[in-house]
């Protein structure tokens, strides 16, 4: 097996050698997943950020999620009883995993729920820009306006801003509400408001 082919561009290049080790082998038993069942990978799913170094663990585990290529089940589960560093990887790694518009969904939904930014801004990304109804969509630009996720993490935001009508409704109001309570307008908001007139 080729460990390299689901490795992301520059990731191996930036581990040590011990961790890049580590990394192979935890790949290797990610991509025969169907042999070895869950316990043979999730392991290392789970101990990516100490072997790895934090900065590097997101892109370590959504590797590996990607080899493994688990079901929905086990997707789920992963998100559900991991770290929020391992449902960060989970959200980030949902273009890839081959689930069901509901199935991913119902996690994206959960993270939004959710008071960690972290997890607000991965919940944003691709597989919500593809599958998220517009109701919800627009709702999650709100969240990160809340929480001060910056909104250059909403993927698609440009596309699916455009010309919506709703969305420029419901960023007048909040900008209003910020005002009329003397609390300043962030700058994102202007920023999308923009994009809705295009």
Same mark, same amino acid.
């Given at each position: 097996?080729?460990?390299?082919?689901?490795?992301?561009?520059?990731?191996?290049?930036?581990?040590?050698?011990?961790?890049?080790?580590?990394?192979?082998? *935890?790949?290797?038993?990610?991509?025969? %997943?169907? !042999?070895? #069942? $869950?316990? @043979?990978?999730?392991?290392?799913? =789970?101990? &990516?950020?100490?072997?790895?170094?934090?900065?590097?663990?997101?892109?370590?585990?959504?590797?590996?999620?990607?080899?493994?290529?688990?079901?929905?089940?086990?997707?789920?589960?992963?998100?559900?009883?991991?770290?929020?560093?391992?449902?960060?990887?989970?959200?980030?790694?949902?273009?890839?995993?081959?689930?069901?518009?509901?199935?991913?969904?119902?996690?994206?939904?959960?993270?939004?729920? *959710?008071?960690?930014?972290?997890?607000? %801004?991965? !919940?944003? #990304? $691709?597989? @919500?820009?593809?599958?998220?109804? =517009?109701? &919800?969509?627009?709702?999650?630009?709100?969240?990160?306006?809340?929480?001060?996720?910056?909104?250059?993490?909403?993927?698609?935001?440009?596309?699916?801003?455009?010309?919506?009508?709703?969305?420029?409704?419901?960023?007048?109001?909040?900008?209003?509400?910020?005002?009329?309570?003397?609390?300043?307008?962030?700058?994102?908001?202007?920023?999308?408001?923009?994009?809705?007139?295009?």
């Amino acid at each position: 097996m080729t460990t390299t082919a689901t490795a992301p561009d520059g990731l191996r290049d930036t581990l040590p050698p011990s961790a890049l080790a580590w990394f192979d082998e *935890a790949l290797a038993r990610a991509a025969s %997943a169907g !042999a070895g #069942g $869950p316990a @043979a990978w999730e392991p290392r799913f =789970a101990e &990516a950020g100490r072997r790895c170094g934090p900065a590097a663990a997101d892109a370590v585990r959504t590797a590996l999620l990607r080899a493994a290529r688990p079901g929905p089940a086990d997707t789920a589960r992963l998100y559900r009883h991991g770290s929020a560093a391992e449902r960060r990887a989970v959200l980030l790694a949902l273009p890839d995993l081959g689930l069901a518009p509901a199935e991913g969904l119902a996690l994206v939904e959960d993270a939004l729920r *959710a008071n960690d930014t972290s997890l607000v %801004a991965a !919940a944003v #990304g $691709p597989f @919500a820009a593809a599958h998220l109804p =517009a109701h &919800a969509w627009r709702h999650a630009v709100l969240k990160c306006l809340f929480t001060g996720v910056p909104v250059a993490a909403v993927a698609g935001l440009a596309d699916r801003s455009r010309g919506d009508g709703e969305l420029a409704r419901m960023l007048t109001d909040y900008a209003a509400e910020r005002s009329a309570a003397g609390r300043p307008v962030p700058d994102d908001v202007r920023r999308v408001l923009a994009l809705t007139e295009v």
